[in-house]
């Protein structure tokens, strides 16, 4: 049972705490007020499930991150699940057995790539699946008539789930990983297992017919390898007398190819030699006249530049004398004779100096703006003879960097490279052409070239009257053999590896096939347990759900009763992979098609009822309804409270079944049994809820 559950900024919820008992409670309160919350929180809490649209949604507005903490006890074991979640979607979890108020850790996280999965755990622990126990034991609002309208296949699977059959397909599949490990051992040990008997027994028997097929192939081919070999031994020794003079042959044509290169590179070396001397006259012979000038240009260049810096000198002086005549000029202003009085001491003056006369010094200033004036004129003239000298100074000094570059001192040694230059051009048009000129001609160029054409003449003579595509067609033919003599001593090897391994096969395959129908008789054996007894679908399993469909049925038919229906009677029974719902008034069978709003809640409920019977003696003794009065009127309603306060309080079960009831009719419960009821109610801090 669910012992309690603790919300922190979780949807409505800012801080709720609710401890839950045995039998039945009750949240009442208006719409968005966080009723169905609690539902959501304990899926949420229990497997990380829940009803809305993205995790990010079960934080509270305003708020970063949101916890649940649900409590529930299995079996007299108390159990606590925890999950956070904060705005960037990051999960943590956290699921402990509480002894003594130790929390003991189960399992954290939901890494299941690693092993590690909190909500495995709490399903192993529980016995059902989020699913599984959805249909089951949660009713979502507006959702009574889920388990009416679900396939029948999916209701079978609930079944097989509720009452254990899910333990059957954990044998079952135990089974097969005995019989799996069993097989893959004797694999291990033989290479094969009781499947390949037939496989086995195919191979064998084509084994057998190879090889009688093939010993004679055998003695056709060796036969045949005799008289092709005594051929090639003949041609090969004809092959042993012609093949020195290939030998020889192919040097005539090296050598012959030495000579035709060594021309090739000498012309080529000559012609290099040339194009160097050309070049380096071509360069040089125009550089001699420029070089000897170098050092008048030079002392010319120098002179130029003094006479720039002394005119510069001098404007610069001529320019500081306008500056303090300029300056003496304003005194001048100020110091005018008035009746021939001093204007400083008052005394009688008839002029002034010539130094504070305004007349004076504007002459004085005028006439050395012309000296500068004619010094700029002098000094563009100077700056327009040292670009003049620059330049031809700068191709002096080229000249002179080209001469000392190519070593040449004077005119004489670059005429004497000019006759050089001459006599070897003579000398490469005396050489005659390496593509159709003769190698007599060739071999004049110097001694080794002599040298070499005579090694030719010697080869030639020595391979006088060779045909050379004769002897080729004669290894070409001696080849072909030798390699139809390989294939054949190929197919001779394989045939015979054939043999040999077919031998070795059909041994190996016969002392395996003994032996794997002692395995195939102990296999059968484990096969016939797992499908007559393990199968959800054998002899076992059908019995048990028999058993469980005649179980829900008489308690679904006996709470019907209690909610005065005209169903009379309620029947589950299977049919091949389905379970079918049937109906029955007093006097006729009823579609549930045919069923009112409120008479298919009845059914839905009674069914539901009835599977919560059934799972009073499993793990989670637990069933939520959401608004489940939706579509019953006054009478049915209170006949729902009695049925529910009945079910809480049966004896027989070792713990009675826990109810979780959202609805809005708080009246139906006033004269009920019922004690524990939470009033929900909506603040600007979240949801209140209190006790009623």
Request: glycine share 4%; with cysteine; charged share 35%.
């Amino acid at each position: 049972m669910i012992t309690s559950i603790e919300l922190g900024d979780f949807l409505a919820h800012s801080d709720t705490k609710l401890v839950f008992e045995n039998g039945v409670t009750v949240f009442v309160g208006d719409n968005g007020a966080g009723k169905s919350s609690i539902i959501d929180g304990i899926t949420f809490g229990l497997f990380g499930q829940h009803t809305r649209k993205s995790n990010k949604s079960l934080i509270k507005r305003g708020s970063n991150q949101g916890f649940v903490k649900v409590g529930f006890s299995i079996n007299g074991k108390q159990y606590e699940a925890v999950r956070k979640i904060d705005s960037k979607g990051t999960l943590s979890a956290k699921f402990s057995e509480i002894d003594n108020d130790e929390h003991i850790e189960i399992a954290a996280g939901e890494r299941k790539q690693f092993g590690e999965s909190m909500t495995l755990e709490v399903e192993k622990t529980i016995g059902l699946d989020f699913e599984k126990l959805k249909i089951a034991s949660i009713v979502q609002q507006g959702e009574l008539n889920a388990i009416i309208n679900a396939k029948p296949k999916e209701f079978k699977e609930l079944l097989n789930a509720i009452i254990g059959i899910d333990m059957l397909d954990v044998a079952s599949e135990s089974m097969k990983i005995v019989n799996k490990e069993f097989r893959k051992e004797i694999r291990g040990k033989i290479g094969y297992d009781d499947t390949h008997i037939e496989i086995l027994s195919r191979d064998l028997e084509k084994y057998q017919k190879e090889i009688k097929e093939e010993k004679p192939k055998k003695d056709q081919l060796q036969s045949m390898q005799e008289e092709l070999q005594k051929e090639v031994n003949e041609l090969r020794k004809k092959i042993e007398i012609e093949s020195p003079k290939i030998d020889k042959i192919n040097q005539l044509e090296l050598r012959k190819k030495e000579i035709i290169a060594y021309a090739n590179e000498a012309i080529h070396e000559i012609r290099e030699e040339i194009d160097e001397d050309e070049r380096k006259i071509r360069d040089c012979k125009e550089c001699f006249e420029p070089a000897s000038l170098k050092e008048n240009l030079e002392s010319k260049m120098k002179k130029v530049e003094q006479a720039i810096e002394d005119t510069l000198k001098k404007i610069q002086e001529e320019k500081s004398q306008i500056a303090s005549l300029k300056e003496k000029q304003l005194l001048a202003a100020k110091l005018q004779l008035k009746d021939n009085k001093c204007p400083v001491c008052d005394s009688n003056v008839e002029k002034l100096n010539p130094l504070f006369q305004e007349e004076h010094l504007k002459e004085e200033i005028t006439s050395l703006q012309e000296k500068i004036s004619s010094r700029e004129k002098e000094r563009e003239a100077y700056s327009q003879k040292r670009k003049e000298f620059s330049e031809k100074l700068q191709n002096a000094r080229d000249a002179e960097a080209t001469l000392r570059a190519y070593a040449i001192n004077s005119i004489e040694e670059l005429k004497k490279i000019q006759e050089e230059t001459e006599t070897k051009k003579k000398k490469i048009q005396e050489i005659p052409s390496t593509t159709n000129g003769s190698l007599i001609g060739i071999s004049q160029i110097d001694t080794h070239a002599k040298m070499i054409f005579e090694s030719i003449l010697k080869l030639e003579n020595e391979t006088k009257g060779f045909d050379e595509q004769e002897f080729t067609n004669l290894k070409k033919i001696v080849d072909k053999k030798q390699s139809n003599l390989s294939q054949i001593d190929q197919q001779i090897g394989a045939i015979s590896e054939k043999i040999s391994k077919g031998e070795e096969q059909i041994t190996s395959i016969q002392k395996a096939i003994s032996e794997l129908r002692v395995v195939k008789e102990y296999i059968t054996s484990l096969d016939e347990i797992q499908t007559n007894i393990f199968s959800r679908d054998g002899p076992v399993a059908t019995s048990l759900r028999s058993w469980a469909l005649n179980t829900i049925s008489v308690k679904a038919s006996e709470y019907l009763t209690l909610l005065n229906t005209k169903i009379q009677r309620i029947t589950l029974s299977e049919k091949a992979r389905d379970i079918s719902i049937t109906c029955y008034s007093r006097n006729e069978v009823l579609e549930l098609e045919s069923l009112s709003g409120g008479e298919k809640v009845s059914v839905a409920l009674s069914l539901r009822l009835g599977m919560a019977s059934l799972l009073g003696a499993s793990n989670l003794n637990l069933m939520i309804l959401d608004e489940p009065t939706t579509h019953l009127d006054a009478e049915r309603k209170k006949s729902l409270v009695e049925v529910l306060s009945q079910i809480s309080n049966i004896s027989n079960f070792e713990t009675p079944m826990q109810f979780l009831i959202i609805t809005h009719d708080a009246e139906i419960f006033e004269n009920s049994t019922v004690e524990k009821i939470y009033k929900f109610e909506s603040s600007e801090q979240g949801s209140k809820v209190t006790t009623i």
